[in-house]
Structure formats: C-alpha cells, structure tokens
T-cell receptor, first 110, second 114 residues
Framework: DAGITQSPRYKITETGRQVTLMCHQT?????MFWYRQDLGHGLRLIYY???????DKGEVPDGYVVSRSKTENFPLTLESATRSQTSVYFC?????????FGPGTRLTVL | QKEVEQDPGPLSVPEGAIVSLNCTYS??????FMWYRQYSRKGPELLMY??SSGNKEDGRFTAQVDKSSKYISLFIRDSQPSDSATYLC??????????????WGLGTSLAVNP
C-alpha cells in the first residue's frame, strides 16, 4: 500500500528499556521527520533526515537516536526509556516543505 | 513569546456556519504556510499549502496569507459535523540546503454541532 506506515501503533514499556519505533514510506520522499505530540506542547520535532545517511537534530533530540540507511525507512530508538518520553510519536515524510504524516505510535513508559 | 501563536479554542459553531481559524507569527521571513487537520487519535492531514501571500481556495476551504500583518487564516464555508477536529497551522522560511523544518502552532479545537 502506498503511503506512510508506523509500527507498532501502541507500545507499553518500562523505564530503562530500549524501544525502537519504525517508520516506512513508499513515496520515495527525500525528507523524513520524527515528532512527538504532547498536550500543551503541540508537535515538537525530534530528528529529521534530508536523505539516506543524512540526519539532523530537531527541537527535542535528547534521549533519542535515529538512523536512515534506506530512503524508505527512518527508525527512532529510545536508548533508555524514561517516563517523560510517554507521548504520541508521529513520523512524516515530504519532498519540499509539505509534510505527510503517519498514523502515530502511542508510547507509554511505566 | 512563541514564533507562531494560535488560539487553542475550543471553538463551537452550528452546522452550516462559516468558520474562521487564525494564526499570527513574528518571523517576517516565513514564506511557506500550511494548514493541517487532525482528527482525534489520528495523524495530521495536510489541508492547504500556500506560498507567499494571497488566497487559495479548495472546495469549502479558503486559506489567506497577509504578510504585512503577519497573519494567516483558514475559512471553512458551510461547516459540517465532519469538520470537527483540531486545526494546526505550520510555516517555514525558504531555507537553503537541507533544512525543511516547520514551525507549528499549538492547534485550534473546532466542534461543529448538528
């Protein structure tokens, strides 16, 4: 199916565990983005990527790691999850300034 | 003060009303302006995309950009209950290089009552 998908859609984990959120797009967009969305803070950019092997920090990168070995995939890893990382995570992709969003992953860190 | 300000609402209107949603911004270098719609527990969906100033119309939706006032608007005509959602504005400068970061408003919650 064309578009952008995220997995898992829901995840519950414990403090200190490593968690990886997956993002896959079929449009061959150059740019990919990871956001978190929290009440009162809106959408905040974590990391973004301009192409395979090119990534850069966003507004709130601490505690997160990204990689992009293939154009279509942009996984986000929480190296040691903390309660403050409980949030809804959105992946997006785009070619210019427009961004197209995935359905989100709802992550709870206990 | 945030670069982009958006009244969070909630805004409640009767079905059929004309809805006006607005964002103000402080950075005069912004050139790209977008409106997204986000239904509850879903990802944001791009509604309107405007470059520089002027109006853009798409069906019941009209986007306006007033760069002199640093003010953008989204108008929804003949509003429907299915328009009930949070509306987010986003904008960007014209960046050289790889920067495609958007600056986001916090969103306005809209309820259209049948």
């Amino acid at each position: 199916d064309a578009g952008i998908t995220q997995s898992p859609r829901y995840k519950i984990t414990e403090t200190g565990r490593q968690v990886t959120l997956m993002c896959h797009q079929t449009w061959s967009h150059s740019y990919m983005f990871w956001y978190r969305q929290d009440l009162g803070h809106g959408l905040r950019l974590i990391y973004y990527s301009a192409a395979a092997d090119i990534t850069d920090k966003g507004e709130v990168p601490d505690g997160y790691v990204v990689s992009r070995s293939k154009t279509e995939n942009f996984p986000l890893t929480l190296e040691s999850a903390t309660r403050s990382q409980t949030s809804v995570y959105f992946c997006a992709s785009g070619q210019g300034y427009e961004q197209f969003f995935g359905p989100g992953t709802r992550l709870t860190v206990l | 003060q945030k670069e982009v300000e958006q009244d969070p609402g909630p805004l409640s209107v009767p079905e059929g009303a004309i809805v006006s949603l607005n964002c103000t911004y402080s950075n005069s270098a912004f050139q790209y302006f977008m409106w997204y719609r986000q239904y509850s527990r879903k990802g944001p969906e791009l509604l309107m995309y405007t470059y520089s100033s002027g109006n853009k119309e798409d069906g019941r939706f009209t986007a306006q950009v007033d760069k002199s006032s640093k003010y953008i608007s989204l108008f929804i005509r003949d509003s429907q209950p299915s328009d009930s959602a949070t509306y987010l504005c986003a904008m960007s400068e014209a960046h050289a290089g790889n920067n495609r970061k958007l600056i986001w408003g916090l969103g306005t919650s809209l309820a259209v009552n049948p």
